[in-house]
């Protein structure tokens, strides 16, 4: 089973600032199957980057994400106040799993 | 547009069972996987389970092997979460979920979720 653990648990920044996000798999994963979702406060995910490094559709490109093997990374290059949310990631391969999360604040 | 909406949820005894569809619209809903991801109180994401395109191949997180059922009927744009032996550490809100494509595919449309409280 693949364990995916992001850091950190809470970032806290202010708009106009960088954001990294980490997320570390326990086994190196094929980047075709690691996605990131964007979730605030009584809302549903929402699709921001799949294949690792592909935004979704109506995803701005201040939203980034790269890696491979066991580590991946997802970039908002300037924060923007809608930003401030929960940010997961996860492995949509032969096994199906979510990270814990980080929480992007203000 | 497409839109799922869940129903179903709501407050069960522990032991209990519920059903949970999910009606889909606004896509060709025979022709992506479908997937159930339950989220509890002030915790992260956890699939729960997942359909094939067919119906025919069903997976099950560890957790709810057994327990939990997921099925689908194409002719009525709909699939089910079934339930059973619930317990404590089921109650979560539930979510629905469109895979691009197949069951190796993220999920572009969430519903909104349904809350499941498993309580006496």
């Known amino acids: 089973e693949i364990v995916l653990t992001q850091s950190p648990g809470t970032l806290s920044l202010s708009p106009g600032e960088r954001a990294t996000l980490s997320c570390r798999a326990s086994q190196s994963v094929s980047s075709s199957y690691l996605a990131w979702y964007q979730q605030k406060p009584g809302q549903a995910p929402r699709l921001l980057i799949y294949g690792a490094s592909n935004r979704a559709t109506g995803i701005p490109d201040r939203f980034s994400g790269s890696g491979s093997g066991t580590d991946f990374t997802l970039t908002i290059s300037r924060l923007e106040p809608e930003d401030f949310a929960v940010y997961s990631c996860?492995?949509?391969?032969?096994?199906?799993?979510f990270g814990g999360g980080t929480t992007v604040e203000i | 547009e497409v839109q799922l909406l869940e129903s179903g949820g709501g407050l069960v005894q522990p032991g209990g069972s519920l059903r949970l569809p999910c009606a889909a619209s606004g896509f060709t809903f025979s022709s992506h996987a479908m997937s159930w991801v339950r989220q509890a109180p002030g915790k992260g994401l956890e699939w729960v389970s997942t359909i094939s395109i067919t119906g025919d191949n069903t997976y099950y997180a560890d957790s709810v092997k057994g327990r939990f059922t997921i099925s689908r009927d194409n002719s009525k744009n709909t699939f089910y979460l079934q339930m059973s032996s619930l317990g404590a550490d089921d109650t979560a809100v539930y979510y629905c979920?469109?895979?691009?494509?197949?069951?190796?595919?993220?999920?572009?449309?969430w519903g909104q979720g349904t809350l499941v409280t498993v309580s006496s």
């Open positions: 979920a469109k895979h691009t494509d197949g069951g190796n595919s993220p999920y572009d449309y």
């Open positions: 996860q492995h949509y391969g032969s096994s199906l799993t």
